[in-house]
């Protein structure tokens, strides 16, 4: 799908990763449904969202005449379907308050590691062994083999387990057969053993499939909804009377009622009474410093991947050397200077040196100790260096 995409929609292509399977689909689906690509949707809306009516690679603006047409354009069709507005307005239709119950990302680990074992207690497995049947099921019915990529499909939890899951489908269609005094299939016991051990294996993948999820949460709030929150009231400070939005973060460490109480429940009720009446609230930096360091800093908005989209500098790079891909000029910059891309780097240097003196007749040997292959090991160690900075 992605060299698709690279046919189609440079652009797209240069901003996704080649993992990120579902979206290099959606852009795909864009270009499919409207002939146009989505690199250019997207730069439409954002002229939108900015107050310019500018078309983009010759398309045409909207107009009082056009904006009543009962059939919605392509374009307009595409906005929907990613809930993104045909436009944005500038200020903020009421006041906002928000509150941000907060954990630290060790303690929140914890926790949600805790989360998925009760789950697994609760039933997790037989869930999702009940959705892997049922898919297997439509398979057989239809003759196609069920899209598990998409859906209730790509829910954490599932894909997981989809090695324990078919071992349990294995085994159930073995048991069911004739026994076969020749086969050398492995004992019972064993099947049972090995089946528990994927079903371990699919919780721990769960586990970190939820941290990271949470994590993406995190990253939304301080890069989307704390940016979005900015230039509202940026838009505000110019207008009278003009609505603002404040966002609040609290320590949401214990749980335990008698603290939560503390330092969740009353700081809420403070600030949304003040609210209600329209009082002078406090300032949410002040009291996110009073929380501690790591929620002073949290509260900020977190402005690289911001940067790096609007500067247009945001693009994934793969290197050629170590079949590495990196998403933005920081995750580039620690690739490169990562051990294992210096270790590739020196490996296909060797190679090359090799190759060369077979090449030449030297047989591809290398003569440790003598002046000449200690001076050319240490002039591969600078190459290395020189080529490690230059890749």
């Excluded at 997207?42 to 005449?65: C, D, K, L, W």
């Excluded at 600030?271 to 002073?296: H, I, K, N, R, V």
Aim: with cysteine; glycine share 6%.
């Amino acid at each position: 799908m992605l060299e698709k995409l690279k046919e189609v929609d440079p652009v797209m292509a240069q901003r996704w990763h080649p993992n990120d399977v579902r979206k290099i689909r959606r852009s795909l689906e864009v270009w499919l449904q409207t002939g146009r690509k989505a690199s250019d949707v997207y730069a439409e809306q954002e002229a939108r969202r900015a107050g310019i009516n500018t078309p983009v690679n010759g398309s045409q603006p909207a107009s009082a005449e056009n904006s009543t047409e009962k059939e919605a354009s392509p374009s307009t069709q595409v906005d929907a379907e990613i809930n993104v507005p045909e436009a944005q307005p500038s200020l903020l239709r009421f006041p906002i308050l928000i509150l941000w119950p907060h954990v630290p990302r060790p303690i929140l680990a914890a926790r949600l590691d805790t989360r998925v074992d009760k789950m697994v207690q609760a039933g997790l497995l037989s869930e999702a062994k009940s959705l892997h049947t049922s898919s297997r099921r439509i398979s057989a019915e239809t003759g196609t083999p069920v899209d598990e990529t998409r859906g209730i499909y790509a829910a954490v939890g599932y894909k997981e387990f989809l090695p324990y899951l078919n071992a349990l489908a294995a085994q159930s269609s073995t048991t069911t057969s004739p026994p076969d005094i020749n086969s050398t299939t492995i004992t019972t016991s064993s099947t049972a053993t090995n089946i528990q051990a994927l079903a371990t294996e699919g919780t721990e993948l769960t586990k970190g499939a939820t941290r990271r999820y949470a994590k993406s949460q995190l990253r939304w709030i301080r890069i989307k909804l704390a940016h979005a929150l900015e230039q509202a009231n940026s838009a505000a400070a110019s207008t009278p009377q003009a609505n603002t939005a404040t966002m609040y973060i609290l320590d949401a460490s214990d749980p335990s009622p008698p603290t939560w109480s503390a330092t969740v429940l009353a700081p809420a009720v403070r600030y949304t009474t003040a609210f209600l009446a329209s009082t002078t609230l406090p300032d949410p930096q002040t009291e996110a410093g009073a929380l501690g360091p790591e929620f002073a800093s949290t509260l900020q908005p977190l402005r690289a991947l911001e940067d790096d989209r609007d500067a247009g500098t945001w693009q994934v790079r793969t290197c050629d050397v170590c079949g590495v891909s990196a998403a933005g000029e920081e995750e580039w910059k620690r690739h490169l200077a990562s051990g294992r891309h210096r270790r590739a780097v020196a490996g296909k240097l060797k190679r090359e040196a090799w190759e060369s003196r077979k090449a030449a007749g030297g047989g591809g040997e290398v003569k440790r100790g003598s002046d000449s292959g200690s001076g050319s090991e240490r002039v591969g160690e600078r190459n290395v260096v020189d080529v490690a900075k230059d890749v």
